[in-house]
Structures are given as structure tokens and as C-alpha cells.
């Protein structure tokens, strides 16, 4: 009998739908320790939305471009342009994406012609955070899960209106100045308050925390991360609040520790976020990783 290496990450298709220039598939991965891997991308763009929390530490990086070193977060929502190949480190863990490959083609027409993308533009296609797109990911996943009536041509629609959201974003990359921007240890300062530290900070604490002023923080953080920095707090403490409802801890403890008056006041946060309430997305992500 063969022997398998138990150290080796594995991906498994859970199910998938196709139509006229979109692919969506929902995929299960299972990471034993942590990876170093290599995505290459053909002439579709790839669009991952993670469905349970990615593993700690997920970072990438263009080494073609940048260098072994350069390591950028990944978000809930990432991008890759055709052509490119990103390497991805990360933890151990077990992780169910939705993976949609959309034409090339479709993008070019929605926008006029083809994107070029330089080395700030591909970095900020690292975490994107656009609220219409994410809707759209949810809607398609629900479609892969459980077909209904007409489901290729409705995945179809959802996908040209994916395309549309998509070109709006990377032309609002594109064309948004690339100076005037914070510094990338102002970043990491913002980054590292939001991990240790589950309550939601006021602008003026993290003004304070980068040596700013709030109105220095805001602009700055916008031009740095295509967001405001009111929806990237609260983003970033639904992905926490994911992770510990993975975990097992109660909607009631994540509550408090978040900084909630009430279990009722997070529940209406987490919804407003994620589509769904915390205990359907705890049952949800159970039958994921079943």
C-alpha cells in the first residue's frame, strides 16, 4: 500500500458552476503546517474569498517583482491579475474558499481596455474591500452550494455584475494617487492594535498611536488601503470574531470581549458584515469542514 506524506497541504472540490466566462468553485484545504505556495495565474483573473478564517499570518507576495521578502496581509477578498504568480506563506489549519476565475475579456470590456497593474496597485489587490463585491461572492457561493432554477444562467448574471464591481475597483486602484499614502510601519502599528486588542480603537487613540492627526490618519489610511479606516476596524473584528466562533467560545463572551453593550448589538454587527448571524455561520462553516 502507497504512503502518504500527512505533512502535505491537500485542496478538495466541493462543488462548482460555470458559465459563459466565470468559473466558481468552492474549495476545502487542508493545511497540515504551515506553507509556502506558488498560484499561477493564466489569463482569467482569480477571485478568493475565504468562507472560514484563513490561517493566521496569511501573507503574499509577487517574488518576480518584489523579491523573497516582501510579504504583503491577505484579506478576506484577494485578487490576482491574469499573468501573475503570487506566493503565499501561511499557518496550518483547515480553510473552504470560494475560488471564481473570471475572463479577461469581460473585464476589458466593462473598463474600455486592459488593466496594467503595477507593484502598489498588485499589493493593494491583496485585501480588497469592497462591500458590493463581497455581497456578489456571497451570493454566488449560496448559488454553487445549491443550484436552483436556471442556475448557470443566474451564476452568468452574477458573474457580469462581479465583472463590473471588479472593474470599478481596479480602475479606483488604478487611478487613485499612489503618494500621499501612510508609511508602511503606521500600517503595521494599526494592524498589530486591531490583533491584540479585540475592542474597536477611536480615531483619535490610533492618531495618537501613529503620531498623526485624525484627519491625517483618515486620508492617508484611504489613499494606503482603498477603505476608510472605520470599515477596515470593523472587517478586521469580524475576522476575529470568526475565528472564535471556530473555536467554540459563545456569542455572549465573543460579545464582551469585543466591547458590546449586548450579545443582540454584536449579533446585528456580525450579520451586517458577514451575511449571516453568528450561530448560522458557526453551522455553516461546521458543515464546510466536516
Known amino acids: 500500500m502507497p504512503q502518504v506524506d ?35 495565474i493564466g489569463a482569467g483573473y482569480h477571485v478568493n474569498m475565504c468562507l472560514t478564517p484563513r490561517p493566521l499570518q496569511s501573507r ?64 493593494a489587490a491583496l485585501d480588497v474591500s469592497s462591500a458590493q463585491m463581497r455581497a456578489l461572492l456571497f451570493r454566488i457561493t449560496a448559488e454553487v452550494r445549491h443550484p436552483g432554477l436556471a442556475a448557470q444562467r443566474m451564476l452568468g448574471f452574477l458573474g457580469g455584475e462581479l465583472a463590473i464591481e471588479l472593474g470599478r475597483h481596479c480602475l479606483e486602484v488604478a487611478e487613485r494617487p499612489v503618494t500621499g499614502g501612510l508609511s508602511g510601519w503606521r500600517l503595521r502599528l494599526i494592524d498589530e492594535r486591531l490583533a491584540d486588542d479585540l475592542t474597536a480603537p477611536s480615531l483619535e487613540d490610533l492618531a495618537k498611536l501613529c503620531a498623526l492627526s485624525v484627519r491625517q490618519l483618515t486620508r492617508g489610511f484611504r489613499v494606503s488601503r482603498a477603505c476608510s479606516i472605520g470599515d477596515y476596524i470593523e472587517q478586521r473584528r469580524m475576522e476575529a470574531a470568526k475565528r472564535l466562533l471556530m473555536e467554540g467560545q459563545s456569542v455572549k463572551a465573543i460579545a464582551f470581549a469585543m466591547g458590546f453593550a449586548s450579545p443582540s448589538s454584536f449579533t446585528f454587527a456580525f450579520r451586517r458584515a458577514v451575511g449571516a448571524s453568528p450561530s448560522t455561520f458557526r453551522q455553516r462553516q461546521g458543515r464546510v469542514l466536516a
Open 60 to 123: 503574499g507576495g509577487y517574488r518576480q517583482r518584489w523579491g523573497p521578502h516582501r510579504l504583503e496581509r491577505l484579506g478576506d477578498v484577494f485578487v490576482i491579475p491574469p499573468g501573475e504568480e503570487l506566493y503565499i506563506k501561511g499557518g496550518s489549519g483547515r480553510q473552504a474558499s470560494l475560488i471564481c476565475t473570471i475572463d479577461a475579456a469581460l473585464i476589458d470590456e466593462v473598463v474600455g481596455r486592459p488593466l496594467e497593474w503595477d507593484d502598489p496597485h498588485l499589493a
Open 6 to 40: 500527512d505533512h502535505r497541504p491537500s485542496m478538495r472540490l466541493d462543488a462548482e458552476l460555470e458559465a459563459d466566462g466565470v468559473l466558481a468553485q468552492i474549495v476545502r484545504f487542508d493545511i497540515p503546517e504551515p506553507t509556502d505556495t506558488r498560484h499561477a
